[in-house]
């Protein structure tokens, strides 16, 4: 019923990995209302099989990249990270099991497919995913910039995409590397 989520996941994600240019080791943040994927309103429909058909897709094209996946918590959670215990090496961990009612069904997902996950309180990720507004921009590195996807949409979700910058400094007779914009 929901194996189209897994296709339209990998190409939303695979579409962001190459426009931000991320590297391996980098990682991809990503927030996912179940609910707003099936068409209803954020927070009232979660679906732990139409979740992991999503999850399933962006990991696919993550690890083919190279690239961690940061599985963003519901606000129950205060958008807690779940995420790989290799890609945060010595970052302070808390105790946390997500569900899909406390956490949401993608990270209850995410929780469930990684090797050795834990959940940390923040990240800094390189790049993002936001299907169905479920707000990433806080675990995203400075400076966010949006990226205009061709595939955004995952079911009847739109799907937003951040990658990041380095900051400007130094104003006026600054030089900028244009390969970093």
Not at 5 to 27: C, H, P, R, T, V
Not at 45 to 66: C, H, L, V
């Amino acid at each position: 019923m929901y194996t189209h989520f897994k296709e339209q996941s990998y190409n939303a994600a695979m579409e962001i990995i190459e426009k931000a240019k991320l590297n391996k080791g980098d990682i991809l943040v990503v927030g996912c209302s179940t609910s707003e994927t099936l068409g209803q309103t954020i927070g009232t429909d979660s679906s732990p099989e139409a979740a992991q058909f999503i999850f399933d897709g962006i990991y696919t094209a993550a690890k083919e990249k190279g690239v961690f996946v940061a599985a963003q918590c519901c606000e129950h959670l205060n958008r807690a990270i779940i995420i790989e215990s290799s890609a945060v090496v010595g970052k302070e961990t808390v105790n946390v099991v997500p569900q899909p009612k406390a956490g949401g069904s993608f990270a209850t997902a995410a929780y469930n497919t990684f090797e050795k996950p834990v959940a940390v309180e923040e990240i800094s990720a390189q790049a993002g995913l936001d299907i169905g507004f479920t707000m990433i921009g806080m675990h995203i590195k400075k400076v966010a910039v949006p990226v205009r996807l061709e595939n955004n949409k995952i079911g009847n979700a739109t799907v937003l995409a951040a990658r990041s910058r380095p900051k400007f400094i130094g104003g006026i007779r600054a030089k900028y590397d244009e390969d970093l914009l």
